[in-house]
């Protein structure tokens, strides 16, 4: 039985599906897995083998990805990135073939033959189930290179090197069907339950807290080609789905076009939505319930957690808007900063995880892996409380703390009280360098249409709900904050990508 699909789900069962297109089945996916997984052996490739997936968003995404990783180690990437991002990615993972779709203009097909990688061609069924393709080899890889990799190894994705050089995380089956069953039980999915996967698939939380997900409990995942919210209500009509996972940003999206597709709310029927992979507004989740009229979830994870570390439980258990829940999968405490003692309820240190979901280390870094574990946690760098009744309060990256000279203030505090602002549709506090203090308290903006508010006015509005220090010096306004290929706003670097750390 393949480790990723659901030992429970009939043959005929729905699996699979997209936007205009026909569902594959359970029995049908397990078919084309095995089909990608003979074409990969026929090549001259075996378990360890690293296979990078450059794909547009969709089920072929999705199922080219399961075929590789029961077999082998996926290596998704983001198709949007330039030859020598590509040529990186390929030379650090020691990939050894390319996976691209039929006549692909990406960069990425130059530099794979440069460094003799194999090279195999995906063609769709154009009028068959969603997620079934023919793969070619075109050219075969050449002799494997260096020392032997893990066969458990299923997956390698990177650290995002934010502050530093990405880090290789490695991720086993067992580490990937952990984490899967852990959010198939925080939400209760079952063969009757259907998603819709909006993100993208060269990261975790798709690959995991959406597809994974719903494989490993019976139910269907429907893969739309990307993320578009002028579409996202079109697809809602056309799947019903039973309940969709995005990040903040996505979610504020998808509610700025709400007004508009009032009669596809009146017909969708959502148990649930998710949301993980960055801080979600209290504002933001009060009015995700309003509108769509069901609980929204909001969870914590990280790449080396393989995805999900805590959930906030499903009612009528409680969900306390600005905590990211209980933990729910992993064990999960509160690490002083010296790295030894583990703090009781009410102490605020850093976040701390172990268990069946969690990577083993980061690929060839020692000094990494020295600084993450310790006494067998991993620390994820996030800091943050545990409450009495088991409830986790993030209160924001280590990194990303801001020092004003010796008071340490969360940026995701003063991003809630922003976003409390009438006028305000997305906010993010930073560091901004500063001379005598060190660093000083530092917004960026995104005002909602038509809506209208200045500098004076939102520091005035802050100082009625934050300690002084922690109001805002400097608020800048912009059309958009920067963000990540995930769709998270970025917050580290930004005093310097808006040309104010000097």
Not at 202 to 223: D, E, N, Q, R
Not at 434 to 462: C, N, Y
Request: with cysteine; aromatic share 6%.
């Amino acid at each position: 039985m393949n480790p990723f699909l659901s030992a429970a789900a009939h043959g005929g069962a729905p699996a699979i599906g997209a936007p205009g297109q026909e569902t594959l089945s359970y029995g049908g996916l397990a078919d084309q897995v095995e089909r990608t997984a003979a074409s990969l052996r026929d090549a001259g490739l075996g378990g360890g083998d690293r296979v990078a997936i450059v794909l547009a968003n969709g089920p072929h995404t999705a199922t080219a990805f399961l075929g590789v990783a029961s077999a082998m180690t996926a290596a998704p990437l983001n198709p949007a990135y330039r030859a020598d991002e590509f040529r990186f990615y390929f030379e650090d993972i020691d990939a050894r073939l390319l996976i691209v779709e039929k006549d692909s203009r990406s960069p990425a097909v130059a530099v794979a033959r440069d460094l003799g990688m194999g090279v195999a061609e995906l063609s769709g069924h154009g009028d068959g189930p969603a997620g079934c393709f023919d793969l070619v080899v075109r050219e075969r890889p050449g002799e494997r290179t260096g020392p032997a990799r893990s066969a458990e190894t299923a997956l390698v994705l990177h650290t995002s090197g934010t502050t530093s050089r990405p880090k290789i995380v490695p991720l086993s089956r067992r580490n990937l069907s952990a984490s899967a069953g852990h959010i198939a039980r925080s939400l209760a999915l079952g063969s009757g339950d259907r998603s819709v996967n909006i993100m993208p698939l060269f990261h975790i939380h798709g690959l995991v807290g959406a597809v994974l997900s719903s494989l490993a409990s019976g139910a269907s995942v429907h893969c739309a080609p990307g993320f578009n919210p002028l579409k996202f209500f079109a697809w809602c009509d056309e799947i019903r789905p039973s309940w969709y996972t995005a990040v903040p940003t996505m979610h504020q999206a998808i509610l700025a076009r709400a007004p508009r597709n009032r009669e596809t709310l009146e017909r969708l029927d959502l148990r649930l939505i998710r949301s993980s992979s960055a801080s979600l507004p209290s504002r933001v989740m009060e009015d995700l319930e309003a509108t769509f009229g069901c609980p929204v979830i909001e969870s914590y994870g990280m790449t080396e957690a393989s995805h999900q570390m805590t959930s906030n439980p499903l009612p009528p258990a409680v969900r306390y808007p600005g905590s990211v829940g209980i933990a729910a999968g992993p064990e999960v405490a509160i690490m002083a900063e010296d790295g030894g003692r583990i703090l009781a309820s009410g102490e605020t240190g850093e976040v701390v995880i172990r268990g069946p979901n969690v990577t083993e280390g980061y690929e060839n870094n020692p000094a990494a892996n020295a600084a993450a574990f310790s006494r067998g946690w991993f620390r994820t760098g996030d800091q943050g409380v545990i409450d009495g009744k088991g409830y986790l309060r993030l209160t924001g990256r280590l990194k990303e703390i801001i020092n004003r000279g010796g008071e340490k203030i969360s940026p995701l505090e003063v991003d809630d009280v922003l976003m409390e602002h009438p006028a305000v549709a997305q906010a993010v506090a930073f560091a901004l360098p500063h001379a005598v203090l060190g660093e000083e308290v530092a917004a960026a903006i995104v005002l909602k249409d038509r809506a209208v508010a200045d500098e004076a006015a939102l520091r005035s509005f802050a100082r009625t709900r934050l300690a002084a220090f922690k109001v805002p010096k400097r608020v800048v306004f912009l059309d958009e904050i920067p963000k990540g290929a995930t769709g998270k706003l970025q917050r580290i670097g930004l005093a310097e990508r808006l040309g104010l750390a000097s």
